[in-house]
Each structure stands twice: as C-alpha cells, then as structure tokens.
C-alpha cells in the first residue's frame, strides 16, 4: 500500500468523475465505488493500480493498493502524482478567478479539482490524439477501449481485471487489419501504426518532448504524417500541462465562446488572444470551462 498526499485543495471526486465519466471501457481507466482502477507498465512490469481518497478537500490524501513486490515504489509514485497532477499549486489560477464573475462562481463550484493528464505516457497520449482527430469523444472512446482490449495489457488483481495501454511495440508489430479491426480508418491505422514504429525502434523518444518548448514540440511531432498542430497542442496541454491553450480544439472554443461570446462560436484565432490574460494558468482554467460546459453550470 502507498500513500500519497495531494497538494491542497483537491477534490478527488470530481477529478475523478472528469477522467472517467464517459467511459464506455477500458481508457485504460475504469471507476468502480470512487475508486480508481488502472495498471501501468513500469520497467516492463505491469502493476495494477486502485487508488482511492481518504482524506478531505483541503486535507488530501490517497491510498494506493497494488502488488506486495513493487519493482521501483518511487518511480510509481512520481508517475502517478504526474499524471493525477496532484502536486498542482491552484492558489495562482484561483486568484485570477477570483477577479472574473464567471470564473469565480465555476471554481467556487468545482473547488479542488485539478484535471488528470489526457494519459501516462506521451506516447499513449499521441495514439489518443490521433484516434480523436476528427469524431466525437464518446466515439474516440470507444475505439480506445477496443484498442486496449486488443492490443493493451490485462493483470487480474484482487479478482478484477486491470487494463494497460499498449506498448508501443505491441502497435508497432499489429497490422493494418488487425487496427481497423478496431473500427478505425485505415488512414489512421496507418498513422498510428508508423508512430508506434518510431518509437519502439527508438528512431522517436516520445518521452523527451518533456523536456521542450510547445514551439519545440510542436515542430517534432509534425514531421508525423498524420499529426498536426492540433493533435500537437493537445499533447502540449492535456499531456505534459504547459501553459499552451489548443485553440483549434472544438470543444475549447465551444467552452469559452459558451462563457465569454453568448455562445456565438468564435475563431481560434480570437481564442487564442482571448486567453492571454490567463498566462501562466491557461490550462487550469481552460480546463475549468471544460468541465463547467460539460456539466452545464449556468453563471
């Protein structure tokens, strides 16, 4: 058992809620009773997760339960207080809330929440973005799940399965078939199926665009065929959580023309312009929207 203590506030419920509630499979998350249920992969070892809170909004704390050898506790912990951002300091966005009407009553809302990363690893991330590309969430979804299903890694633990996402190995060596099998297009069959080849012959280290500037990272990613600037940005802000906001994502903009513009769908461009008042807190706030539009909370 690991514990973990979450930066305050933090409100694991609705954290929890915004990663999984539209789940209809594995994402490779599953939520059963407010608990979270996943397996990550970890030095070729998959480890079943099922983390829960026992602690209170402004006095967090996790309980993680897992297998009784763990191969490397520290490295697990570190990847899982990155991908539940449970580390985020919120006093920077919430002042800049506090002087905007319609900020301030979503936060005063959603206190505590800080929204998980979009995956664990890049690499997971970019397949996302790519089965995303241009179809509904709820469809995305579901596409995922089959992928896991198929290609992803399953450790029964505590008489329950636990899911992992794909190596990118396991994508690399699939075939076309095999992928569209799945229900997506062969386009990006293929588009996921050369990323993955990259990255598990090591020609592409997804995991080193952490360690660059979204200019950067968007540069190395659209040398893909099949990745452009909007998959680019949701990883730089869904994914590694840098101040960026993807603007030409739909659901962005629908989210502040809702709020901001009488719900009159406004450019990427005017989005863009609109959002650098928040610098340095883009993505908590964006994210706030996102979940207040999803929610239908009404100012």
Not at 148 to 153: S, Y
């Amino acid at each position: 058992m690991i514990v973990l203590d979450p930066e305050a506030p933090y409100n694991f419920e609705l954290s929890l809620e915004f990663l999984v509630s539209q789940n209809k499979g594995p994402l490779p998350y599953l939520r059963k009773n407010n608990n979270l249920q996943m397996a990550i992969t970890v030095n070729e070892n998959v480890i079943p997760l099922r983390i829960y809170s026992i602690g209170k909004i402004n006095s967090p704390k996790l309980i993680v339960e897992t297998v009784d050898e763990i191969p490397n506790e520290s490295k697990l912990k570190q990847i899982i207080t990155n991908f539940l951002n449970l580390q985020l300091d919120l006093r920077k966005a919430y002042q800049y809330m506090e002087e905007d009407r319609i900020l301030k009553e979503i936060r005063n809302k959603l206190y505590g929440f800080k929204a998980p990363k979009m995956a664990v690893t890049i690499f997971e991330g970019i397949v996302k973005a790519i089965i995303q590309q241009q179809i509904s969430l709820n469809v995305a979804y579901n596409l995922t799940a089959n992928i896991i299903r198929k290609f992803g890694h399953t450790i029964n633990f505590k008489g329950e399965n636990y899911y992992a996402f794909p190596k990118p190995e396991d994508l690399a060596n699939s075939s076309i078939h095999e992928l569209t099998s799945c229900g997506l297009s062969r386009r990006k069959a293929e588009y996921i199926k050369h990323f993955s080849e990259a990255v598990s012959r090591q020609s592409f280290n997804s995991e080193k665009l952490r360690n660059l500037s979204p200019q950067e990272i968007i540069n190395e990613l659209t040398k893909f065929r099949g990745i452009g600037k909007w998959t680019a940005e949701l990883i730089i802000a869904a994914c590694i959580g840098l101040d960026w906001i993807p603007a030409d994502d739909l659901g962005v903009r629908r989210a502040i023309s809702q709020y901001y513009f009488n719900g009159n769908l406004q450019t990427s461009e005017v989005i863009r312009k609109f959002t650098e008042k928040w610098r340095g807190s883009k993505v908590v706030i964006i994210t706030y929207l996102l979940y207040g539009n999803r929610l239908k909370i009404k100012i």
